[in-house]
């Protein structure tokens, strides 16, 4: 079974500066997909970015960015130039590649919860 | 630009009521998919579906039922309401072709159901 692990259950950081947010899983599977997901006090679950297993390129989009890590099974989530609206609770998840079967069961982590100050 | 619409977004259910939650999605996604989220957790698959007429298990699907009649529609049916139900539910849907890379989930805004 696949499990995700945020070990970081609270962070904050200032306005306009940088944060890491850490998540490792584990699996056996060797084709798999990472997710960030942001979840607003509006309870909203948004997709800030996706890594797929077999790529060795850093997913990034705009301020957001990945670390993968195969080998160490780490994926962690930079944010730079944080603003206010980043605050959030921030959910790594893990979805093996399954062929002709299901897709979609996201396995999520327990969340970090991010605190933007000004 | 409605995307996974979800109903109602709040209720109160007695112990062993029933009810059902309704989801509807208008991006033409053939996989549709329920998730609960408890209190400090993350979200946990109750049943999902890979096209209409076709529904599956997830992780904790005891107590729940779903359907899948149409493309469009995915309720989903609490028989004999628990307190352990209590928690906020999510509809999703993507569109995937089994084998081949799948594609971004949407996720409904929630449904907070307090069962008393």
């Known amino acids: 079974a696949q499990t995700v692990t945020q070990s970081q259950p609270e962070m904050s950081v200032q306005e306009a500066e940088t944060v890491t947010l850490s998540c490792t899983y584990d699996t056996s599977e060797n084709n798999y997909y990472l997710f960030w997901y942001k979840q607003p006090p509006s309870r909203q679950m948004i997709l800030v970015i996706r890594q797929e297993a077999y790529k060795q390129q850093n997913a990034t989009e705009n301020r957001f960015s990945v670390n993968f890590q195969k080998a160490a099974k780490s994926f962690s989530l930079k944010i730079s130039d944080s603003q206010l609206g980043d605050t959030a609770m921030y959910f790594c998840?893990?979805?093996?590649?399954?062929?002709?079967?299901?897709?979609?069961?996201?396995?999520f982590g327990k969340g970090t919860k991010l605190s933007v100050k000004p | 630009n409605a995307g996974v619409t979800q109903t109602p977004k709040f209720r109160i259910l007695k112990i062993g009521q029933s009810m059902t939650l309704q989801c509807t999605q208008d991006m033409n996604h053939n996989y549709m998919y329920w998730y609960r989220q408890d209190p400090g957790m993350g979200l946990k698959l109750i049943y999902y579906s890979v096209g209409a007429g076709i529904t599956d298990k997830g992780e904790v699907p005891n107590g729940y039922n779903v359907s899948r009649s149409t493309t469009e529609d995915f309720p989903l049916r609490l028989e004999l309401a628990a307190p352990s139900q209590t928690s906020v539910y999510f509809c999703?849907?993507?569109?995937?072709?089994?084998?081949?890379?799948?594609?971004?989930?949407?996720f409904g805004e929630g449904s907070w159901l307090t069962v008393v």
């Open positions: 998840a893990f979805m093996k590649h399954e062929y002709g079967g299901s897709q979609g069961n996201l396995i």
């Open positions: 999703a849907s993507s569109y995937s072709i089994p084998g081949e890379q799948i594609n971004t989930i949407y």
